[in-house]
């Protein structure tokens, strides 16, 4: 059963920046489309980067420009650096594949504050 664990996040001011990471447990991680997820209090959670196997990007309108997710298969790790903050990226972020393993990780909270 894969295990999924995020860090980084925290405080970030408006404008400034953040960098997320998430380790994934298991085998074959380097053959599957990986992406980031967040949900802000009171909503749905959403899609917001993806990275193919083959390192191709693709963003949620809201982010592109301003995050840039990364991945790293000999470390079976996916990073999201989070540029430019904006108070509506305040979340809790969450890495999964893009067609989701069923157990999440925990997820971290970014905070967007002056």
């Known amino acids: 059963q894969v295990q999924l664990v995020e860090s980084g996040g925290g405080l970030g001011q408006p404008g400034g920046s953040l960098r997320l990471s998430c380790v994934a447990s298991?085998?074959?991680?380097?053959?599957?489309?990986m992406g980031w997820y967040r949900q802000a209090a009171g909503e749905q959670r959403e899609l917001v980067a993806s990275?193919?196997?083959?390192?191709?990007?693709l963003y949620a309108d809201r982010v592109k420009g301003r995050l840039t997710i990364s991945r790293d298969n000999a470390k079976n790790t996916v990073s999201l650096q989070m540029n430019s903050l904006k108070p509506e990226d305040a979340a809790v972020y969450y890495c999964?594949?893009?067609?989701?393993?069923?157990?999440w990780g925990r997820g971290i909270q970014v905070t967007v504050s002056p």
């Open positions: 298991g085998s074959f991680f380097g053959i599957y489309t």
């Open positions: 999964n594949k893009v067609t989701p393993w069923p157990n």
């Open positions: 990275i193919s196997s083959g390192g191709s990007t």
